[in-house]
């Protein structure tokens, strides 16, 4: 690895230790503008934040070299809310790319030309955070001699702009929650999550380490169904439609879940499509890990993948009846119609059914009634 390489990892790795050990973007971030100053060789650096509520960026952070005068460059966005594609930072969000500024007097994105000449500054750069999803920020550079712009020092700065991004991400999921319910929450035992309609984990509490192996960074972003053992995906997949269909009430999910030991823990989720406080549709889903349950309770099946009754009550008649419907590709709006009830009594009655058949959703219940040939 040439030395470049070497130095531009190390600053990564510098960034890295500063999010692990932070407690919120808030108080790490001059210590972010300062590292990537003095180790890149910056003289200025500035780190902003977008609020989720006014689409407006704030600066968080202001770090300068000591022997640069930058009062007047400071001044005009101290305490400034900013919109998204205003001045060097704003076009950063707006357009998620890195942006290089050869000369700060001519070029049409700086806003503070003057007060950037007169503190000695010549060029620029300016790099988004982005969690893998969406842009939060973006931190701009300023430096008093000439630079080009650099493929490695790019690529270390969209890197490290995933890093920030990341973390801000689920510093503001953290906020929004409230500093009670964030208590309650974090304390769990269970896991609690927030997900996206699109399968991506916005959030998740501490609970997943103990329960899963991951620090929740590493699943925070991804996919949760790259996660479910590939058997269970389907029905899995049928339960998210289902509360989709039926948004505000809860649906219970047995699935085998990887750890990051490799092994597979059997969990039991419950969850409902709410709306969170951005006005956006999500899934908050509790679960719990019942792999070492009891006996009169078996684990699914590795074949199969299917969890055995739970309940001591044969199904009645009019669930059986439901099932069969089911079973026809029906949903529970079309169900109520032709039953001649609410679509909550159908609900109620497949909420029944499911936990006398040991079923995972009201699909899977369909198909295990009909191997036994109930329906």
Request: hydrophobic residues 45%; proline residues 4%; glycine residues 8%.
């Amino acid at each position: 690895m040439a030395a470049q390489d070497r130095s531009l990892a190390l600053v990564e790795l510098e960034i890295t230790r500063l999010l692990e050990e932070a407690s919120s973007v808030e108080s790490a971030a001059e210590d972010i503008v300062r590292t990537l100053c003095l180790d890149l060789g910056w003289d200025l650096g500035e780190l902003w934040i977008l609020e989720a509520d006014t689409d407006h960026l704030i600066r968080m952070a202001v770090w300068r070299q000591q022997d640069i005068d930058a009062s007047a460059f400071d001044v005009l966005t101290r305490g400034v809310a900013v919109p998204k594609g205003y001045g060097l930072p704003g076009h950063a969000v707006a357009t998620g790319n890195v942006v290089w500024v050869h000369d700060l007097r001519t070029d049409p994105l700086v806003v503070r030309k003057a007060t950037a000449a007169g503190a000695g500054l010549r060029t620029a750069v300016a790099f988004p955070f982005n969690d893998g999803r969406d842009v939060i920020g973006a931190c701009a550079l300023f430096r008093r001699q000439p630079v080009q712009p650099e493929a490695h020092l790019t690529a270390t700065l969209n890197a490290i702009g995933r890093k920030i991004g990341e973390f801000a991400r689920l510093d503001q999921a953290l906020r929004r929650s409230g500093a009670h319910y964030r208590t309650i929450i974090e304390n769990q035992a269970d896991i609690v999550a927030l997900i996206g309609l699109d399968g991506l984990i916005h959030y998740e509490n501490a609970a997943v380490t103990p329960v899963l192996g991951y620090d929740r960074r590493e699943r925070f972003g991804r996919n949760v169904f790259e996660f479910i053992h590939p058997q269970d995906v389907p029905g899995a997949l049928e339960v998210f439609r289902n509360a989709l269909d039926d948004a505000g009430s809860f649906h219970v999910l047995r699935v085998r879940v990887r750890h990051k030991d490799g092994s597979w823990r059997l969990l039991e989720s419950t969850g409902r499509v709410m709306v969170d406080v951005s006005g956006k549709h999500v899934a908050l889903v509790n679960s719990r890990d019942i792999t070492g349950r009891a006996p009169h309770q078996p684990a699914p099946d590795a074949g199969e993948g299917e969890a055995a009754p739970v309940g001591s009550h044969p199904p009645t008649e009019r669930e059986l009846n439901i099932l069969r419907l089911v079973a026809r590709g029906m949903t529970n709006k079309q169900i109520a119609e032709v039953v001649g009830v609410s679509p909550y009594t159908v609900k109620d009655h497949l909420q029944s059914v499911m936990r006398k058949l040991g079923a995972r959703n009201r699909v899977h219940a369909a198909s295990v009634a009909t191997r036994r040939g109930l329906i």
